[in-house]
């Protein structure tokens, strides 16, 4: 069983920062591709908007949506991935998931279907709001 855990949500402002991390263990080489999702209030699992992904060889990809704010890292020393979000909005709320796959993936082309990824993480809370 993996397990996923992530942190750094909260409240910010917009046009705010926040850092969400996303410990995984064996992420330098355990899995083909790792994303970040989110969830916005109302919404159902099978809604969870895909927002960035990063593949084992390290290309990196993100909605339009966050495009130019978002900036997706792994950290091999903490064995986790970082989700760094600048210029936020009120419409970035909601419950942020980090998942992984463990299945092939090459790295050419964006990873952002929830149907890609195997395991999930239990979430956080990211409200923006003045």
């Known amino acids: 069983q993996v397990q996923l855990v992530e942190s750094g949500g909260g409240l910010v402002q917009p046009g705010g920062s926040l850092r969400l991390s996303c410990v995984v263990p064996?992420?330098?080489?355990?899995?083909?591709?790792i994303g970040w999702f989110r969830q916005a209030p109302g919404k159902e699992r099978e809604e969870r908007e895909g927002?960035?992904?990063?593949?084992?060889?390290?290309?990196?990809y993100y909605a339009d949506s966050v495009k130019g704010r978002f900036t997706i890292s792994r950290d091999n020393a903490e064995n986790a991935v970082n989700l760094q979000m600048n210029m936020v909005k009120p419409e970035d709320t909601g419950v942020y998931y980090c998942?992984?796959?463990?299945?092939?993936?090459?790295?050419?082309?964006?990873?952002?279907?929830?149907?890609?990824?195997?395991?999930w993480g239990q979430g956080t809370q990211v409200t923006v709001s003045a």
């Open positions: 064996g992420v330098s080489s355990d899995y083909f591709g």
């Open positions: 927002v960035s992904c990063l593949s084992r060889g390290g290309s990196t």
């Open positions: 998942a992984v796959r463990t299945r092939y993936y090459s790295g050419r082309y964006p990873l952002l279907d929830i149907n890609d990824y195997d395991y």
